[in-house]
């Protein structure tokens, strides 16, 4: 079955320093979602990018989606507190479901 | 408020005792989903229904069961036959259109702990 792989499985940032967390899938992804996860919560959505090459962002976060469509990543500038959570890739959800990565969780040390 | 409830958010229960976990939607959202998740672990399917009166197993759907009567009600039930029933469950729900689903809004969870 399809398999989407997640690294790192975990980041220790100081706060202030930048994030990255990557997506990467065997077979071409016709679209990825991110979701966000805060500690003893549930996951959040944040965006869906559908497109080769397409970027998004929201305020800090940036996220691409590679030319390929096999790969995607978060970037966070700046992490701050509030950052800290576990951030998902999933995709793509069609035929009824999607695929999740195992996670990358992020700690932030004031 | 529109959402999407669990009940309750912790269960606790014997060993060889079935228990059923419930989710209710007021989205309209026509897919439902089942996944179990383990410390430290990301999320695996269980079970997911795309509409009322059909489901389709996910990839561990192995000692559990759902029903679909109701597009707001998606219950799971843990049976005795799951050997390692003690997880975080997050139930979801997401709307299609065109063709394609859209995100999945998730559940607070239930933490159900077989002792």
């Known amino acids: 079955g399809q398999q989407v792989m997640q690294i790192p499985q975990y980041q220790h940032v100081q706060e202030g320093e930048d994030f990255t967390t990557y997506c990467n899938s065997s077979?071409?992804?016709?679209?990825i979602q991110w979701y966000k996860q805060r500690p003893g919560g549930h996951p959040v959505f944040l965006i869906q990018l559908v497109k080769s090459g397409e970027v998004k962002k929201q305020k800090r976060l940036t996220f691409q989606f590679g030319e390929a469509k096999k790969n995607s990543s978060l970037h966070i500038t700046a992490t701050q507190t509030t950052d800290v959570g576990t951030y998902f890739c999933?995709?793509?959800?069609?035929?009824?479901?999607?695929?999740f990565g195992d996670g990358t969780t992020l700690t932030v040390k004031p | 408020d529109g959402g999407i409830t669990q009940s309750p958010k912790y269960l606790f229960r014997k060993e060889g005792q079935n228990v059923t976990l419930s989710c209710e939607q007021n989205?309209?959202?026509?897919?439902m989903y089942w996944y179990r998740q383990d410390p430290g672990q990301g999320l695996r399917l269980i079970y997911y229904?795309?509409?009322?009166?059909?489901?389709q197993k996910g990839d561990i759907a192995e000692g559990y069961s759902v029903s679909r009567e109701k597009k707001e009600s998606f219950p799971l039930t843990v049976t005795s036959a799951q050997k390692n029933p003690t997880a975080f469950y997050l139930c979801?729900?997401?709307?299609?259109?065109?063709?394609?689903?859209?995100?999945?809004?998730f559940g607070p969870g239930t933490r159900l702990t077989v002792l």
């Open positions: 229904s795309q509409i009322v009166n059909d489901f």
């Open positions: 979801a729900s997401s709307i299609r259109e065109g063709g394609f689903y859209n995100e999945q809004f």
């Open positions: 999933a995709g793509p959800h069609n035929a009824g479901k999607s695929t």
């Open positions: 077979t071409t992804l016709s679209n």
């Open positions: 989205l309209n959202h026509d897919a």
